[in-house]
Structure formats: C-alpha cells, structure tokens
C-alpha cells in the first residue's frame, strides 16, 4: 500500500489549499485516515481525523473552523481543504491510514510542503 500526498505549496496568510492523498496498491483497510503535520523543531500532531466507516471527523483545536478533511470513495482519495491559512500553519503535511483503530497509523504518505506567508 502507498499513499501519495500532493497539493502542497506557498501562500499568503488568508489563503487557502487543498490536499489530496492518493491510496494505491492492494485494498486498505482503513479505520481512520488522518493528516498530520510536522514544523520544524516541533512534534508530528493529528490535524484531522476521518473515521472511515462512520464518516465522523476529528479536528485539533486550531484546525477547527478552517479545515475540512473530506473524501472520494470512486477516486480513492482523502483531502484537507485548509482555508483562512495562517503562518503558524506551515509544516510538512502528511496523510496516514489507521488500519485497525489503536493509536498507530501503519501507512504514511511522504509528506507535502505548506508554506503560509504573513
């Protein structure tokens, strides 16, 4: 299983991007597909969480009111839509799938650059 993350790149603070994570190989089994994010000299934390079967979403605190992590049955896809993007948004983001729903994510996409610009 490989997971592709896209749609990264550089914006101004307000602005906004939408990422996509492509899920390919053979069928996961997913529970949850979550985004996460790294800045640097900072810890990876979940941005948002998408329990697959319910549908239900998760987001931390700060993501709350301007992200929205949706996805496409058809295509495969997960996204996060990231609006109103602020500075302190910049990080490498990464989409993971959660294949049993315990606290480890097995698959990792390979990461894709935000950059927010005030």
């Known amino acids: 299983v490989q997971l592709q993350a896209s749609g990264g790149g550089s914006v101004q603070a307000g602005g906004s991007l939408r990422l996509s994570c492509a899920a390919s190989?053979?069928?996961?089994?997913?529970?949850?597909m979550g985004w996460f994010r790294q800045a640097p000299g900072k810890e990876r934390e979940l941005v948002a969480r998408?329990?697959?079967?319910?549908?239900?979403?998760y987001y931390t605190n700060s993501a709350k009111g301007r992200f929205t992590i949706s996805r496409d049955n058809a295509k495969n896809m997960v996204y996060l839509q990231m609006n109103s993007l602020k500075p302190e948004d910049t990080a490498v983001y990464y989409c993971?799938?959660?294949?049993?729903?315990?606290?480890?994510?097995?698959?990792w996409g390979q990461g894709t650059q935000v950059t927010v610009s005030s």
């Open positions: 993971a799938a959660n294949t049993e729903g315990g606290p480890t994510y097995d698959y």
């Open positions: 190989g053979r069928t996961l089994s997913r529970y949850y």
């Open positions: 998408l329990t697959w079967k319910s549908g239900v979403t």
